[in-house]
């Protein structure tokens, strides 16, 4: 019996740490997500668009446009990938 309570011990600490990290994945996926919808949707409004784009000589400012809302989303997604090894184990193929 003694070496199982041991064994058992840090089931409860291992439980609170997935559920903080769980929920700290989950905030920051979600802010991910709607950061590339956004560029995703930003994508398909100017690709609809580009002859508008060209006649008002608008290029420029599409691409920093562009180059902000791809900075966004590398800045909201690199925390996520920061997080994610710590819940999940790497696997080698």
Not at 49 to 69: C, L, T
Request: proline share 4%.
């Amino acid at each position: 019996m003694g070496i199982n309570v041991f064994a058992l011990i840090p089931l409860p600490i291992l439980a609170i740490v997935v559920q903080i990290l769980g929920k700290k994945i989950h905030v920051r996926y979600t802010a991910a997500q709607d950061a590339f919808g956004g560029m995703n949707d930003s994508v398909l409004e100017s690709v609809g668009g580009v002859r508008v784009i060209r006649a008002y000589v608008q290029e420029r400012a599409s691409e920093k446009e562009f180059s902000d809302m791809t900075n966004d989303v590398y800045e909201k997604t690199w925390p996520l990938n920061a997080l994610m090894p710590c819940l999940c184990r790497s696997q080698k193929s």
